[in-house]
């Protein structure tokens, strides 16, 4: 397997010169599998077919390994694509699909049965090789892709929103084979997603972007719990964290004891040494509570119930501003019942008028 650097690397598409990418630079460990996550737009399918070769940067270098493969044609840099599409042969076999690559390469006719034999049976699909693409489910198809690109043995894989075509249950599914796989093959994976839950649970490392710039890298526990900005924030967690706007008041005393941020009437105890003017409160909804309306921080109005079976959403207004709570169990709120909120200090964020945390 191989590391993959990507140093200062660009790209424009438009005729205005904006960047689909925008001087990203990101080191990829061996083995590692690694999670680019963000919205449509962000840059990071264009990222992924640019180290494939599929795409040429406008600036900046690729590398694997040491090896400087920027310039060089996507069949010599030994990196294998699975795409959202699936991209199968629909007149060949699910053989016939998976061998294909290796017969263009002119790999030994006995080793080819080998390899394909080998990666069907890994991927559950060893009764399914006569079969046609029309003949198989979603799953089947994007198992006979993952088999395809997995024959290959190439050094690093790139898997381009590979399950995002896929039902619920199918993608629980395909979540835990993926994650079998690289336990078993020690493989560089490379994995492109906007969805939160498959970065989360695969990514031993994420890297959150927007608008071709990169946001964030870090464990799924880093991002999750210490949001760089409030883009990253709001964008992970499903609801994602409350950003209340307020004015900040620190203390100048040393750990910030005595700090105050208000929030319309509420005034919250912070964490918030040496700070004046605009701030943002960050709070994740499930270090939201909900109490009598004479007890918390103070009273908010409910204006949606999202009742879930284990949990309940509630959407309220605080204010004036937004604020939502994940509460256990099924709780017996309606729209325009008043309610106290409290707030678990000990998962406050704090982030400056210009979105970057504070702490």
Same mark, same amino acid.
């Given at each position: 397997?191989?590391? $993959?650097? @990507?140093?200062?690397?660009?790209?424009?598409?438009?005729?205005?010169?904006?960047p689909a990418l925008d001087g990203l630079s990101l080191e990829i460990q061996d083995g590692e599998l690694f999670v680019l996550l963000g919205p449509s737009g962000s840059g990071k399918s264009t990222m992924l077919r640019c180290v494939a070769g599929l795409e040429e940067p406008s600036d900046g270098e690729i590398l694997i390994d040491d090896r400087e493969v920027t310039s060089l044609p996507p069949a010599e840099r030994d990196v294998a694509m699975v795409f959202q599409t699936y991209a199968l042969y629909p007149h060949l076999t699910v053989r016939g699909n998976i061998a294909f690559g290796l017969e263009v390469r002119r790999v030994p006719a006995a080793e080819v049965a080998r390899r394909v034999q080998a990666t069907a049976a890994r991927l559950g699909l060893a009764a399914l090789l006569d079969r046609h693409p029309g003949q198989l489910s979603g799953g089947?198809?994007?198992? $006979?892709? @993952?088999g395809r690109a997995l024959v290959r043995e190439p050094r690093v894989f790139l898997l381009d929103e590979p399950l995002s075509n896929l039902d619920p249950q199918l993608r629980v599914e395909l979540r835990a084979q993926l994650l079998e796989l690289h336990r078993d093959l020690k493989a560089t994976i490379?994995?492109?997603?906007?969805?939160?839950?498959d970065a989360m649970t695969l990514g031993q490392r994420i890297a959150i972007l927007d608008g071709g710039r990169l946001r964030q890298v870090g464990t799924?526990?880093?991002v999750y719990?210490?949001?760089?900005?409030?883009?990253?924030?709001?964008?992970?967690?499903?609801?994602?964290m409350n950003i209340l706007a307020g004015r900040g008041r620190g203390t100048g005393e040393p750990g910030g004891k005595g700090g105050l941020v208000d929030v319309g009437v509420w005034s919250i105890p912070v964490a918030l040494e040496r700070y004046e003017g605009e701030i943002h409160l960050g709070v994740r909804p499930e270090h939201v509570g909900l109490v009598d309306p004479d007890q918390g921080l103070g009273p908010a109005d409910v204006c949606v119930v999202e009742p879930l079976g284990a949990e309940t959403v509630v959407r309220l207004d605080a204010g004036g501003q937004p604020l939502v709570a994940r509460v256990p169990g099924l709780r017996d709120f309606r729209p325009g019942d008043r309610v106290g909120v409290k707030i678990d200090r000990q998962h406050i964020h704090l982030f400056d008028a210009a979105g970057e945390r504070i702490t």
């Open positions: 397997m191989a590391s $993959v650097t @990507l140093r200062r690397l660009a790209k424009r598409h438009t005729p205005d010169g904006r089947e198809r994007q198992r $006979v892709a @993952l490379v994995y492109v997603t906007h969805d939160q839950v799924p526990a880093d719990g210490r949001p760089a900005d409030v883009f990253v924030a709001r964008f992970l967690g499903s609801p994602g």
